[in-house]
Structure formats: C-alpha cells, structure tokens
C-alpha cells in the first residue's frame, strides 16, 4: 500500500508518513522558526525511520494555513516539489479544518485523546477554531460537525481578525460556539485527508491562505517619495 | 599534466610497458606474454601517458560486454613522474570509459601498505568493502578490495544539474551537463513591484512560490529531461532577500530528497561570476568581477572560482539599480527605472549637467576605493529637479537622465578598471540586471579597449538573475570532488562572497 507524506508548516515544522491512514512516523518542531533548515532534514528523517524510499509514496498533503506568511510558503514549496520528484499526487488541506476535526473527534496533536466536542456542536451551536495569526489577530473559522467520513463541515471562515472584533461580532450575531484552539500537527492534515477520499472532497488546491495583503503600501505620488527618499 | 596526453595504448606500446612494469613492480611484474593478451583483449582498455618518447605511467580497464562491473586492472606511474596526478588523471579516463561502457560498479585491489593508492581511490569516490589476507606474493601483503559505485558519484561524468535561484525577484530554474547550458527558464515578478516602484519582499517571495512548479517543468521540457535525470540540486541560499530565499530552499531541499539525490547551497554573487563558464567553457582567472543590480553593486576579484573569491568594494548604501528605480520616479518615468532612463537619456547630453560621483574624492580612497555610493547622486537628481521646478524653468528630462547615467556609469567603470590595473588583471567581468544598460556596455567596452583589458558580457539572461548560474557553480564543485551540503543549512541574507557553498 502506498504512503502519504504530510506537511504542515503553519506554525512550527510538522512531517507525517502514513500508510493507509496509520501514522508510521512523525517529526515534529513546535518552535515558529527555522522552517527553512528543517523541512528537508525533517522529510527525509520520516521516510528513514519507516525504511521507505520516496517514489512508494503516492500522495503528499500540505497544510495551506491560514498562517503567518513565511514559514507557511517553505512547507508548500517543499510538498510541491517533494510531489514533482516522486512523482506523488499532490493535495492541500485548510490547517484550521484539520484543526476542527481533531477537536470535534477528541484527538490532540500529540495523539492524546480529549473530550470529543462533536455531541456538543451543530449548526446554531458552532465550532469556532481559532489560530495566532501574530500582531494581535486570530485566524477563525466556524463548524458545524463532521460528514459521515469525518470532515469537518465548515461554516463560516476562515478569515483573521483582532480577538476583541471576534468576540464582538459572535456577541452581536448572538452565535454561542464550543472554542478550540488546539495546536496543529502534520497527522491531523492526513486524518482530514483520508476523510475528504471517503467524501469525494480531496483537493488538488495548494494555494496558500494567506488571508493578508503583503506589506506594502502604494506610494501616493511615486515623484514625491522618490525625492523624500534620502538613503 | 593535462588530459589530453592520455591516448589509447597499442600493440607496439608493449616493449615501454614492460619497461616500466618491471621498474614499478620488482618482485611481481605481470609476464611479457600476459601483458601481450592483455592489451589485445576485446574487453580491455589501456591507456598510456607519454613525456616525450618515454612511457612514464599507464593503466588498464577490463569491462566484459554484458557484466555490469568493471575492475582496474593495474596502473603504474614511473617514480620519477609520481605527484604530478599522473595515476589520476588516467583513474578519471577509465572511469569515463567504464561509464560510457554501461558499467555500474567499479573495483580494484590496491596493497595495504600502499597509503597513497589509498588515498587517491577513495578521493575518487571509492570505498574499502574487504580486504584479502596475503594477496600479493610472494611479499605476503593483504589487499585492499574497493569498490566505486558509479549511480552514488559524479567523477568521471559530467553531471547534471539543476540550480533554483529565487534571492530576489527573480524566480529561476537552470540545468546545466558540466560546463554546458541546457535549459534557463525564468519567471519574473518585476510587473507586481511596478506599483510599489521597488521590489516588494512579501510580493516576491508569494510570485516564487506561484512560479516554482511551471518554471521547474518548462526547464525539464527545454532541456528535454526527467527528474531522474538529474544527478544534483543546486540552490542559491544567499546574499538576497530572506523570505524569498527561504522558498526556493525549501523546495530545493524537498526535491533533493525525493530524488535521493545531492544539494548543494551555493552564493548567489560567486554563480553571477561563474556564469561565464558556460559561454567560454571555463572562467579565465584572474578576474575582476563588477556585479551591477536592483540589489546589488559588488566589484570582486576572483583568483579560482570555487576557492578564492575576494570582495574588493559593494555599495556602503543604494544599490546601483535602486538608484536607476529611484531616480525614474523623480523623472515621472516608470519602474524599472534602468530601461526607462535608458530610453529617455538617448536624445540627452550626458555632460548637460554634472551631478556628483560618489565615493570618487582623494579623501575617500583609503577607506573606500572600490566602494561605491549612489545616495548623494540620487538626491542630487532629486534637488536639482526641485530647484528647477521652483524656478518655474522648463527643463529637458533627457539632459537629467543621460546626466545621472553618466555619472552612474562613468563611477561604476572607473572603479572597475581600477581595479583591474591595480591588481594586474587584464580581465572585467560583468553580471547582474543592470549589465542591460546600453552606455554601461558602451563605456566599459571603450575603457577596457584603453587599458588593453579583456571585457567579457555574459547573454542577459545569464547576466541577470537565473537558475543556470546556480547549477554551473553547483557542477564546478561537484567536478573538484566538493561534498554536498547538508540537508540543514538556512538562508543566508548577508552571506559573503568567501562563502562559495554553505556546508
């Protein structure tokens, strides 16, 4: 049976292998840098440790965020091009949805288990996921439970947003919701992935959710900054 | 000793070889007769090296049509002519003809006490997997059994590589077969910066990832390629902008390792100079080096390419292609600024105005000789279109810009040519995006032609930024048997240009 490569980059570094759905081996760095220096040692750590040679992995799932820009990008461009290479089927997966299928379904990232949130949601009483997108905001999406293959069914989102407009907008909409949090690891983006097969709703989409313009202002007179610039 | 003195050995060769067999092997020198069989042998190769009329070193390949193995047969270089890489340079010729024979594997037995066999086997490439107990008689000395495996090294071949470059804007995938191009593809995201008048690090580095897949396929398509064709990634990790870098690392990292293939991290400014190589076939050195872009302004003096690269001056604040962008803003003319001014300075009169060259005074040559400034001049631009505004005056926008260009230019040679005369190098080299400016080409070439200096332009779209200057510099280390990076290194925005490959 083939393997699945997991990748997720939208906080720390987190590599999976799976066969058929079960987790062969994972490296996992929590810390919010070095994405760069880790991605290559950290994939080809996990197809060592299983003993299986890259061509025998027939699909590579990537976490498209919604993250923080630069570490997000460095796990996109090294799934892509782990697929270009062994010649695997490429697919992507909205982190914050693998995010609320781990909470709905009471699996932790670290593979502990919790309560199961999924008794507790529905469609007026939402799931809200939340993720730091850094200076002061939150990335959010809402969920109303899981298909009958386990994916996450997601409402509203995602979108970013200060905490405070976050908890106004839900107050001013009335919406009650069950909050999670819960980190993200590269096993939960295989665990939506081989539900989204079960629904018919695996996607080959890898764009990145940014969900923010670059940094980078028009000047209003392109003449006028031009002079003003001095060094 | 070059390669080209190693030809093939004939029968009449055999007196000389049996001349030096006995010189090289007292005690256990091969018989006239088998000597005789083997250089006749169909599934034999010997070559022989020549000084003039006398043999002094030759070895022998034995490749049996069908086997996938190969295995030296012997190699003897006269003692007199031992430390000049005699012994090498025909291992390098029989592994060539092993490999073009289909060969997988090559083996040999080399004596135990013979250290420096040793060490040249296992530069090559070769490893120790056993040893034979009293192989060589009637010495009683064990043997050494070796082993190449021709898929896991590159010696003897000229490898394929390909070369990711993504530092600034600029999103390139080169493949180069040892010195020789065989794709560039590149796919610039300078129209999104247009607006912003400059290069936007967030913008590039989101273009570079959108761009990767397309531009790796269209480079395997030019090059008429699969993956498993290549024998090594080469990715530049620095000097650029990080973020951007750290895109092209990533996939670079992640392709090596689907590929189970070798990496190699190399410097972005060292591949703009080793870019030559693939026009001339190798780079004449020394060289002085002046690399002109958005990015960067950086005069070197290279001695060897892989070795000994020395950064003589960069520009202590704008880069020369900023100022070109910066001062196109002043004028109302679009970004980039190089073309735009380019175009408007055609009808203008370079000496209509004498706007100032920074770093070019007395006082500056101890500390900054070969340094340059493009600041003062750009404000300079700047006031000077102030003031006439003020005044009301209408002024020609082609005098300010053949005036600035001039200015921009006349420092960038003048500094160049210094240093090629006060370095002894009758070389210039120039890279980078800014080489496009026509009287920058126009200047250099009447200059050099003055100082009897040999000028050399590499194509645009190797001038510029690109992916086959970062597989060329990868193929050079690969070629002087350099170990690959690790899978750990990370981007380098500073990097020096001393640091030729990031380990």
Redesign the interface.
Same mark, same amino acid.
């Given at each position: 049976m083939s393997y699945t490569l997991a990748i997720d980059t939208s906080a720390g570094t987190s590599v999976s292998l799976h066969q058929g759905g079960k987790l062969i081996a994972e490296v996992e760095y929590l810390e919010n840098m070095?994405?760069? #220096?880790?991605?290559? &040692?950290s994939?080809?750590e996990v197809?060592k440790v299983a003993g299986v #040679?890259?061509n025998r992995v027939g699909a590579v799932v990537v976490g498209r965020g919604p993250a923080p820009?630069?570490g997000l *990008? +460095?796990?996109?461009?090294?799934?892509?091009?782990?697929?270009?290479?062994?010649g695997a089927k490429l697919f992507g997966v909205v982190s914050l949805d693998a995010i609320a299928k781990a909470a709905l379904e009471g699996t932790a990232a670290d593979g502990s288990s919790g309560q199961p949130l999924a008794a507790l949601v529905s469609a007026e009483t939402p799931l809200l996921v939340t993720a730091d997108a850094r200076r002061s905001e939150v990335y959010w999406a809402l969920y109303s439970g899981l298909t009958s293959n386990g994916v996450a069914i997601c409402i509203e989102g995602p979108g970013v947003i200060k905490p405070a407009a976050l908890e106004a907008m839900l107050q001013e909409r009335n919406i009650q919701v069950q909050r999670t949090s819960l980190p993200i690891a590269a096993r939960q983006l295989t665990a939506l992935f081989e539900a989204q097969l079960g629904d018919g709703s695996a996607n080959t989409d890898v764009t990145?959710l940014?969900l923010r313009e670059?940094?980078?202002? =028009?000047?209003r007179d392109?003449?006028e900054?031009?002079?003003k610039?001095?060094? | 000793m070059s390669a080209a003195a190693i030809r093939l050995a004939q029968e009449a060769d055999l007196d000389n070889i049996m001349t030096l067999e006995h010189e090289c092997f007292a005690t256990d020198a091969w018989s006239r007769g088998n000597m005789h069989l083997e250089l006749m042998a169909h599934h034999t190769t010997y070559a022989v090296i020549y000084e003039g009329e006398r043999l002094i070193a030759y070895a022998g390949l034995s490749k049996v049509p069908g086997s996938d193995q190969s295995d030296i047969q012997t190699i003897a270089v006269a003692p007199a002519a031992r430390g000049r890489g005699l012994g090498k340079a025909l291992m390098l010729h029989l592994i060539a003809e092993a490999r073009k024979q289909h060969a997988n594997d090559m083996f040999l037995e080399v004596r135990a006490d013979n250290p420096v066999a040793q060490a040249l086997y296992l530069g090559l490439g070769f490893e120790h997997i056993d040893t034979r107990k009293n192989y060589y008689q009637p010495d009683g000395i064990d043997a050494w059994v070796m082993r190449l495996q021709f898929a896991k090294a590159s010696v003897g071949r000229e490898p394929i590589v390909l070369g990711i470059e993504s530092s600034c804007d600029e999103t390139g995938v080169g493949i180069v077969r040892g010195n020789t191009l065989l794709a560039n593809v590149i796919s610039s995201s300078m129209d999104e910066h247009a *607006?912003? !008048?400059g290069v =936007?690090p967030? +913008?590039a580095?989101?273009a570079?990832?959108e761009a990767?897949?397309p531009t790796?396929?269209e480079a395997l398509r030019q090059a008429n390629l699969s993956?498993q064709d290549i024998d090594a990634i080469a990715v530049t990790n620095g000097p650029g902008l990080? !973020?951007a870098?750290? =895109?092209?690392?990533?996939?670079?990292?992640?392709?090596?390792?689907?590929?189970?293939k070798p990496?190699y991290a190399v410097n972005h400014l060292v591949g703009h100079v080793g870019v030559d190589i693939l026009e001339r076939g190798k780079l004449e050195t020394p060289t002085i080096a002046l690399l002109v872009s958005g990015g960067h302004t950086s005069l070197l003096l290279v001695r060897d390419l892989l070795t000994d690269v020395e950064l003589l001056g960069e520009t202590i604040?704008d880069a020369a292609g900023e100022a070109f962008d910066? =001062?196109? *803003?002043?004028l109302?003319l679009k970004y980039p600024g190089g073309p735009e001014i380019d175009r408007a300075a055609a009808s203008g009169n370079p000496k209509a105005i004498r706007f100032p060259r920074g770093l070019t005074q007395p006082k500056d040559m101890q500390k900054h000789r070969y340094d340059f400034s493009f @600041?003062g001049l750009?404000?300079a631009v700047?006031r000077w279109?102030?003031v006439a505004e003020a005044k009301g005056e209408p002024f020609s926008v082609a005098n300010v810009a053949a005036s600035f260009r001039e200015a921009v230019v006349d420092v960038l040679v003048t500094k160049a040519v210094n240093a090629c005369v006060a370095h002894g190098v009758p070389r210039l080299l120039l890279g980078g995006g800014v080489v496009a400016n026509a009287r920058l080409r126009e200047v250099a070439e009447q200059r050099c032609a003055e100082h009897g200096i040999e000028l050399r332009i590499p194509a645009f779209n190797l001038c510029t930024d690109n992916g086959a200057m970062i597989a060329t510099l990868g193929a050079q280390l690969i070629m002087a048997g350099r170990q690959p990076s @690790?899978?750990?290194?990370? &981007?380098e925005s500073t990097l020096p240009v001393t640091t030729v490959q990031s380990l």
């Open positions: 070095k994405h760069a #220096e880790r991605i290559g &040692s994939i080809a197809l #040679e890259a820009f630069t *990008r +460095i796990g996109i461009a090294a799934g892509m091009m782990f697929a270009e290479g062994s990145a940014y670059a940094d980078a202002t =028009v000047p392109l003449r900054a031009g002079k610039v001095s060094g | *607006r912003f !008048g =936007v967030e +913008i580095a989101r570079h990832l990767l897949q790796l396929r993956l990080g !973020g870098l750290m =895109v092209g690392i990533g996939a670079a990292k992640a392709l090596a390792v689907s590929l189970n990496i604040d910066k =001062v196109a *803003r002043v109302g @600041s750009k404000t700047a279109v102030e @690790s899978l750990n290194f990370g &981007s």
